[in-house]
């Protein structure tokens, strides 16, 4: 399946299966009035638009980062900035989220380059005096990676 081709949600079979039980044709922003909670809401805007931390000179996804796995991380990649960051900096889609099919894996592909625009974005406004790197590994399921680049 060829992922760079645009992508519909309105092919998931959630959305399909719902939208069939209604005369009149509805859209995505239908299925989320009737379907989203603001809990689910604001806990995945929080995934989407993360608040970053500094700890010894690394820019970390706050919600990723423990001082456990900091210490972890900080000795197995020997102190070096970028490791520690792309090794923590990782939002694996596949631990999030069960994808039924071809068409579910495709949404997470699709979510993940969503997901690493914004989270350059965020990080460059929260820290302006420093560049970015973020892209969607794939070696593990869609994996959104972010890290400094200076």
Not at 11 to 22: D, H, I, T, V, Y
Not at 29 to 55: G, V, W
Not at 60 to 79: E, I, M, P, R, Y
Not at 116 to 141: I, T
Request: aromatic share 14%; glycine share 4%.
């Amino acid at each position: 399946m060829d992922y760079r081709e645009p992508f519909d949600p309105e092919k998931l079979p959630a959305f399909e299966s719902w939208a069939s039980g209604f005369a009149t044709p509805l859209g995505g922003m239908d299925y989320l009035i009737n379907n989203l909670s603001i809990t689910s809401a604001t806990f995945f805007a929080r995934m989407m638009l993360p608040q970053f931390l500094e700890k010894e000179d690394c820019i970390l996804v706050k919600f990723l980062t423990s001082d456990a796995n900091f210490s972890q991380w900080k000795k197995l990649a020997k102190g070096d900035r970028i490791s520690i960051e792309s090794s923590i900096n990782r939002l694996v889609l596949w631990d999030w989220f069960d994808p039924q099919g071809d068409i579910e894996e495709r949404a997470l592909v699709d979510l993940a380059g969503r997901i690493s625009y914004v989270w350059k974005l965020c990080a460059e406004k929260q820290y302006p005096n420093r560049k970015f790197l973020s892209w969607v590994d794939d070696h593990y399921g869609p994996t959104v990676v972010i890290c400094t680049d200076d």
